[in-house]
């Protein structure tokens, strides 16, 4: 069974720095790249980051390149995101994401964890 | 890169059915056929219905159907239930290695 566990989020202030894990089992990890969507309190979802597989390729929405960092180690089935500079407008539920087997495509996910909430307030 | 268009809201009572549509442009939506739309009730990670504009994964009903005419896709949910009382997000890619979602659509089941 798949399955995706997020965790690192909380409370941090506008500037900070903050680093989510996604624990990923129940599939061949370093066969799938894997993404970062975060949901903004009562708001939609917004596409953060995609890595590869290999951790090769990584790339960003222009709200958060060169504050936000993809990384994963598939030795320890777990994707990362370091956040810094964090703002306001970054509190959001962050969820990692899993490409489909049958789609050749990043663009779309069939596994989600349950989130993690970033909150950033002074 | 900017949000896909969504009506905030859409109804239907049960057995009727439903269209949502997601509005881009042609450089997302009118340009590829990537189109993906997530079921999402509340408290909950959200739901893949529908991917490559048409496509249904195994055990998604096929009361749900998608489509897609020009820069506009749509969903339609047939036979409404209860259960597809959800928020609606429709994504496209957007070239250049960008994903971008569509504000979302509460359908309510009157």
């Known amino acids: 069974e798949v399955q995706l566990v997020e965790s690192g989020g909380g409370l941090v202030q506008p500037g900070g720095s903050l680093r989510l894990s996604c624990a990923a089992s129940g599939f061949t990890f370093t066969n799938y790249a894997m993404s970062w969507v975060r949901q903004a309190p009562g708001k939609g979802l917004e596409w953060v980051s995609v890595i590869s597989g290999n951790g090769v390729t990584t790339y960003y929405t222009d709200s958060v390149k060169g504050r936000f960092t993809i990384s994963r180690d598939n030795s320890k089935n777990t994707l990362y995101l370091q956040m810094n500079s964090l703002r306001a407008e970054d509190t959001a539920v962050y969820y990692c994401?899993?490409?489909?087997?049958?789609?050749?495509?990043?663009?779309?996910?069939?596994?989600w964890g349950q989130g993690t909430l970033v909150t950033v307030s002074s | 890169q900017s949000a896909l268009t969504q009506p905030p809201s859409a109804s239907g009572s049960p057995g009727q059915s439903v269209t949502i549509s997601c509005t881009g442009t042609s450089s997302d939506v009118g340009g590829y056929n990537y189109v993906s739309w997530y079921q999402q009730h509340p408290g909950k990670a959200p739901k893949l219905m529908i991917y490559e504009v048409t496509k249904r994964p195994s055990g998604v009903p096929d009361r749900f159907s998608g489509s897609k005419s020009g820069n506009t896709a749509s969903l339609t949910v047939s036979g409404l239930q209860a259960e597809d009382e959800a928020d609606y997000y429709c994504?496209?890619?957007?070239?250049?290695?960008?994903?971008?979602f569509g504000g979302g659509t509460k359908l309510t089941v009157l």
């Open positions: 994504s496209s890619n957007a070239g250049s290695n960008n994903l971008v």
């Open positions: 994401a899993k490409r489909p087997d049958y789609s050749i495509t990043w663009y779309c996910f069939d596994y």
